[in-house]
């Protein structure tokens, strides 16, 4: 199985993160789906096209509690943890959007699917309203919206969450994570007691037998 390794270097740092979802929130304009929809990506680690498929009824928002998302890929559920914070975000934007049940949870402005292109827009404005333009970021702008998820993917990692929590979160596999953001799983800062090492390893000494 091939799998195309992230490098550390492409992915965005949290205050970077926090930055463009802050520029979005107040340059959004009209489309005021677009927004929330890069939160929920952001945080939770979805596919952009599994964002725009949700609708009200797949967010359990219990108050002051751990609350739950149901996403659907490729005919496949899975269930992933809203903490609190995330459930009061939610709630206050289903009320402040006036949506029902079985709305989608970010519509477009006419109330179907929020457009893809008016989305790829706004990013586009917030990556270069945003990052600097050095030669250390400039080549990054056209980082697609997936890398939100990317990087809220390897936060996890480095959080200490099992990689085999992570994947079920994420709809991928443990091995596609190790493969894919192969700086998470390095050891050369463990410190390995070696003799410790040989010790367990070595085979018993059957001379005298």
């Not at 359990?60 to 996403?71: M, Q, S, Y």
């Not at 490729?74 to 029902?100: N, T, Y």
Request: proline content about 5%.
């Amino acid at each position: 199985m091939y799998v195309e390794v992230m490098d550390e270097e492409w992915l965005y740092s949290e205050e970077q993160v926090r930055s463009l979802l802050e520029w979005m929130r107040g340059h959004a304009g009209a489309n005021r789906s677009v927004h929330p929809f890069m939160r929920i990506v952001a945080e939770q680690a979805l596919r952009p096209g599994e964002a725009r498929a949700l609708r009200v009824s797949d967010v359990v928002l219990p108050e002051g509690d751990l609350g739950k998302l149901t996403v659907r890929h490729k005919g496949v559920a899975r269930e992933i943890p809203l903490q609190p914070q995330a459930v009061e975000f939610l709630r206050g934007w289903i009320s402040e959007a006036g949506l029902r049940e079985d709305d989608l949870l970010f519509p477009g402005r006419r109330g179907g699917a929020l457009s893809g292109s008016v989305c790829k827009r706004v990013w586009e404005q917030a990556q270069e309203a945003v990052l600097p333009r050095d030669e250390l970021y400039w080549w990054r702008l056209g980082e697609p919206i997936s890398i939100l998820r990317e990087s809220c993917l390897v936060k996890w990692l480095r959080m200490g969450i099992s990689s085999f929590t992570v994947a079920e979160w994420a709809g991928v596999t443990p091995n596609w994570l190790g493969l894919r953001y192969q700086h998470c799983f390095r050891t050369e800062k463990v410190e390995i007691d070696w003799d410790r090492l040989a010790e367990v390893l070595a085979l018993p000494d059957v001379s005298g037998s």
